[in-house]
């Protein structure tokens, strides 16, 4: 245990050392001023950098975005997402198209397919959610369901429930009538597509 203590700080040690020789070169040899709370230097791999992280791979190190850049991603989403933000349609399409594809142009070079279909998937019954909100009516929430080919006693049931909006959004009439193809259709941005049509 002792001796794996003192091999820990040892490389402690090191590393601190390594930044105390390379501040000192950028501020003696070069002139340059160092913000040592935003300067660090270690393994590439995992580093935040301009939002973006490194990952290796058989083919060598590639880029990737960084865990902190996915939490914000997602946060500004929910809030666009929020039923009670007062946005109709046409502004909350508008928003989140907006937001979507200046968020893909910036991290564009980064490999994020997997991670960006995991997030539409998040984002999908947070959007029926909204509209399910929008249609606050029962007689117009019954002729929707009618219009998507649903039976009239179910579309009448589904019309008249009490249940909260997001239990409404994650149930299987919903995600029938207000599918993948629906929401494109609507208007709705994907981040995959985005993905696929600015970055590959």
Request: glycine share 6%; charged share 25%; aromatic share 14%.
């Amino acid at each position: 245990m002792l001796y794996l203590l003192h091999d820990i700080l040892q490389k402690q040690t090191i590393c601190h050392l390594h930044d105390e020789s390379h501040h000192s070169f950028f501020e003696e040899t070069l002139f340059l001023r160092v913000n040592r709370d935003k300067t660090k230097v270690g393994y590439v791999q995992g580093m935040k950098f301009l939002g973006y992280s490194f990952y290796k791979n058989k083919s060598g190190f590639r880029l990737s975005v960084h865990p902190k850049s996915y939490m914000k991603l997602k946060v500004r989403l929910n809030e666009l997402t929020r039923f009670s933000n007062g946005m109709g349609h046409a502004k909350r399409k508008y928003e989140l198209h907006q937001f979507i594809r200046g968020w893909i142009e910036y991290l564009k070079l980064a490999d994020m397919q997997h991670h960006l279909k995991r997030i539409d998937k998040w984002l999908r019954p947070r959007l029926r959610m909204c509209i399910w909100k929008y249609r606050k009516k029962i007689k117009t929430r019954f002729n929707n369901l009618i219009r998507c080919g649903i039976d009239k006693i179910v579309a009448l049931r589904f019309a008249n429930s009490r249940q909260s909006y997001w239990c409404m959004a994650g149930h299987q009439i919903l995600n029938e009538t207000i599918g993948t193809e629906a929401l494109s259709k609507a208007g709705y941005p994907c981040l995959t597509d985005y993905y696929y049509k600015i970055a590959l």
